[in-house]
């Protein structure tokens, strides 16, 4: 079963072009011109439910977009979209109550004078949850998010992770069937980040949540998303499994080795330090290349390792999908 289907969805919308002098600025005042942008351009993709897949690409490329025109916010201007068999931006109630759109860069909303247990009490009553479900997900979420220290802080008094944390909480207090999270870690620590991570792979695993999940930190997409939709200048480029494509872009895979041997011979060294060596491999030799390095060297230790993530993205984003 689906949880998302878009379909040759379309978003253009239109912008102020000023040209540059006095006399032009002046000019627009009495007659103003513009252009068309296309922000979309007939993307299509499903997910099904249960599923968690990460939606990336470059500044601009239409991935918020996508994210507020699934959650209700914005209306496209072509196109098909079904969320749980419900059009979005048609904004039923009983579908708003059935999915969260959480942005990193505004986590929480509302006053910033209520403490976070009242901003939850709203939430409460907004999305008409029984008090008893309420308590449960509550403790559930002070559990996996360690919400009890800030409780009863008011919400301009909370860091940005802490209000992610909360934001999060907010999102998931009436326990929404499709998250989709825009940014979640950005502008986190390492640990918080992580703290994040784990969170929301814990969330999926034991409520079968669908998630949908854009971010410019790839050990977000590395360690959440099994599944990889990549867009760019508003069409999708890429859509499949994340080991797929680093195969596609990437010829060689990295072998990392300890040993008190020379194993130069073997392949291009990339990385050495006290022992430790990396060598980039073709991925079709790479088992025979293994197989001498054990024959010829006392190996002390051997990971056979895919390139960094980030130079994979990278290189699609440079072009190297076409």
């Not at 196109?79 to 979005?88: E, H, W, Y």
């Not at 909360?166 to 620590?189: K, N, Q």
Request: glycine share 8%.
């Amino acid at each position: 079963m689906t949880a998302v289907e878009v379909e040759n969805l379309s978003m253009s919308y239109k912008a102020p072009v000023r040209k540059g002098g006095l006399r032009a600025a002046l000019g627009s005042l009495v007659k103003r011109e513009y252009k068309t942008v296309q922000a979309l351009d007939e993307v299509s993709f499903a997910i099904a439910r249960g599923e968690v897949a990460g939606f990336i690409g470059p500044n601009g490329a239409g991935k918020t977009t996508t994210m507020k025109i699934l959650s209700g916010i914005l209306h496209p201007t072509g196109g098909a979209v079904q969320v749980l068999d419900n059009v979005p931006w048609q904004r039923r109630a009983v579908f708003l109550k059935r999915i969260a759109f959480v942005r990193g860069s505004q986590p929480v909303g509302g006053s910033q004078e209520l403490t976070v247990m009242d901003s939850l009490e709203y939430q409460r009553l907004l999305y008409d949850v029984p008090r008893p479900d309420f308590r449960r997900t509550l403790a559930e979420l002070e559990a996996l998010l360690d919400l009890e220290p800030l409780l009863e802080r008011q919400l301009r008094a909370l860091s940005l992770g802490e209000r992610m944390r909360v934001g999060l909480a907010m999102a998931l207090i009436y326990r929404p069937e499709v998250l989709f999270l825009d940014e979640p870690t950005i502008g986190l620590d390492v640990s918080a980040a992580s703290q994040i991570r784990e969170f929301v792979s814990e969330y999926v695993e034991q409520t079968g949540a669908t998630v949908l999940l854009t971010s410019h930190y790839m050990a977000d997409v590395a360690s959440l998303c099994p599944r990889l939709i990549l867009i760019d200048r508003g069409r999708v480029e890429y859509d499949g499994p994340l080991a797929e494509l680093s195969a596609r872009l990437s010829p060689y895979k990295l072998i990392r080795i300890s040993t008190q041997g020379d194993p130069t011979a073997f392949g291009e060294v990339v990385e050495k330090a006290d022992g430790q060596w990396v060598l980039r491999v073709p991925r079709d030799e790479v088992a025979g290349t293994t197989g001498r390095l054990l024959q010829a060297l006392d190996v002390v230790d051997l990971a056979i390792e895919e390139p960094p993530l980030e130079k994979v993205i990278d290189q699609a984003y440079r072009g190297g999908l076409r």
